[in-house]
């Protein structure tokens, strides 16, 4: 069977890479020169920068497998245990986020009342029907207010850079939703999975926390892509066009360099790239994924020295949470969490603006970005040095927005596909925005194709 893959980012790659590893014949047809898409490293002034993902966890198995498969596992680079220690911009301090219920109790995050009515959460209901519910209306319900500005608004910042006030909590935090229906609440959900695990003899995390230990390559993530692409030698199509058109039952994918048919089609592109290929395909279809919004997300990576810096970057970096009303999502102490990251004597900082909450500035020019990144950092972190080493990476459309509606949109996108017939949609738009849930994502479509096939 002969499969097309449209787009050459993580996604796209290892659907390729499991499909030829499971007999088909593959073709990834790639806009850019280079394959990767968000993921991608660059390597500056003995500096390792990553321009998106820093890595992935290894609480979930998919893309250790799929690392397993490429014999890179000699090349997996674990963070240092300093990743452990994170923390949260809260009335004008940073304060270390609680890991355990004894330094939740005491720590300064939340207010007496708002930690009250977080342990209140045992005695909330849970909500009838299958209705979907924001993330803000959710935590509202469930956690308070205090909760839902101080902790869950950051977070989502973190994972998503979202708006929890237009979030799907069923599409973006799945695990969170299956506690509630499930165990009735969250607490109560937490309580029974730790019991299950200690059974089983393991431990369980929380369910929106980090979940493992966020792991990496020696060479940063593009190490990943380089090991796929190498698996892929020959098969993949770089710096192309493609348009895609149904001819019977087969895909026809047409380049400047001519056409080909296909079996099946595997729509790896965002959302968005989707929707403009597949417009003379079906006018449903393209007008369902071109409903999937994204946000803006920019990236200012600082190198500094450290001695007289000011501060001892001990952990993974910090959130910052919309009510504390600053112009950065947060940042992230690279050279801490990977040390390889920086040279001797030097650290690296990875500055996040934008998102939802703040997409204008995520647009901003590259000189205005770095203004703002480092008057942020003196004023939240009281760094005294200008950095030595600058770098912007701008992402117009950087981290999908699973907005109310997400997981019914996608359910009509996947069975447009499947009335189409043999057309699959594998991104990071649909069924969750991590590494991990791209290569799960990615192993669930070859298996289907091939099932199919
Ligand atoms: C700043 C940032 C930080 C992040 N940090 C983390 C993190 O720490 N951990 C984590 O797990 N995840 C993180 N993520 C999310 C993670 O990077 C992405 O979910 C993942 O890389 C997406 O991979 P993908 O293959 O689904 O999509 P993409 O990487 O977007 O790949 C899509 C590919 O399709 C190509 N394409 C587009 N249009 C066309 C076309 N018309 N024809 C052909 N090809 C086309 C693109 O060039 C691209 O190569 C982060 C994301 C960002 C932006």
């Known amino acids: 069977m002969k499969v097309a893959v449209i787009g050459g980012g993580i996604s796209g790659l290892s659907t390729a890479f499991y499909l030829k590893r499971g007999g088909a014949e593959v073709r990834v047809f790639e806009r850019e020169k280079r394959v990767g898409g968000k993921m991608r490293t660059v390597y500056e002034e003995s500096y390792t920068v990553e321009t998106g993902p820093n890595g992935f966890l290894d609480g979930k198995p998919y893309t250790l497998n799929l690392v397993k498969a490429l014999n890179l596992t000699e090349a997996l680079y674990p963070s240092s245990d300093k990743a452990r220690k994170r923390f949260i911009y809260a009335k004008g301090r940073l304060a270390r986020l609680p890991e355990d219920p004894v330094s939740f109790i005491l720590s300064s995050l939340l207010s007496p009342k708002g930690k009250l009515r977080l342990v209140g959460e045992l005695f909330v209901p849970p909500k009838r029907g299958e209705e979907d519910e924001t993330l803000a209306q959710f935590a509202r319900r469930r956690l308070g207010e205090e909760a839902l500005n101080r902790l869950l608004d950051p977070m989502v910042a973190g994972i998503f850079a979202g708006d929890p006030e237009r979030m799907s909590l069923k599409a973006a935090f799945p695990a969170i939703y299956r506690l509630e229906k499930e165990y009735g609440g969250l607490i109560k959900g937490l309580i029974a999975k730790m019991k299950e695990a200690k059974k089983r003899g393991g431990k369980a995390s929380g369910p929106a926390g980090p979940g493992g230990k966020l792991t990496s390559f020696k060479r940063g993530v593009s190490q990943l892509i380089e090991a796929l692409e190498e698996s892929l030698k020959g098969e993949i199509e770089t710096g192309v066009n493609p348009q895609v058109e149904k001819r019977g039952k087969r895909w026809v994918v047409r380049t400047e360099k001519g056409e080909e048919e296909f079996d099946a089609l595997v729509m790896a592109t965002p959302s968005y790239a989707a929707s403009e290929i597949l417009k003379e395909v ?44 600053r112009e950065i999502l947060g940042a992230l102490w690279d050279s801490s969490v990977f040390p390889n990251r920086a040279p001797q004597g030097k650290a690296l900082i990875r500055v996040m603006i934008g998102g939802a909450r703040q997409p204008g500035l995520a647009l901003k020019s590259p000189k205005e970005l770095v203004r703002i990144a ?18 912007v990476f701008r992402h117009e459309r950087g981290i999908p927005h699973y907005t109310l509606g997400h997981a019914e949109r996608v359910e009509r996108i996947f069975k447009r596909g499947r009335e189409l017939g043999n057309l699959y949609f594998c991104n990071n738009a649909y069924t969750g925005v991590g590494v991990n849930d791209c290569t799960k994502a990615a192993q669930e479509t070859a298996e289907e194709i091939l099932k199919n096939g």
């Open 282 to 325: 079906d006018r449903e279809l393209s007008d369902l994924l071109s409903r999937i919004e994204y946000s803006p997300i920019s990236v200012v990576a600082l190198g500094f020295t450290k001695e007289g810096l000011g501060h001892d970057l001990d952990g993974f970096g910090f959130l910052v949470p919309k009510e504390e009303g």
């Open 374 to 391: 480092v008057k942020e950092l003196i004023e939240i972190m009281k760094i005294r040095r200008a950095p030595e080493y600058i770098r």
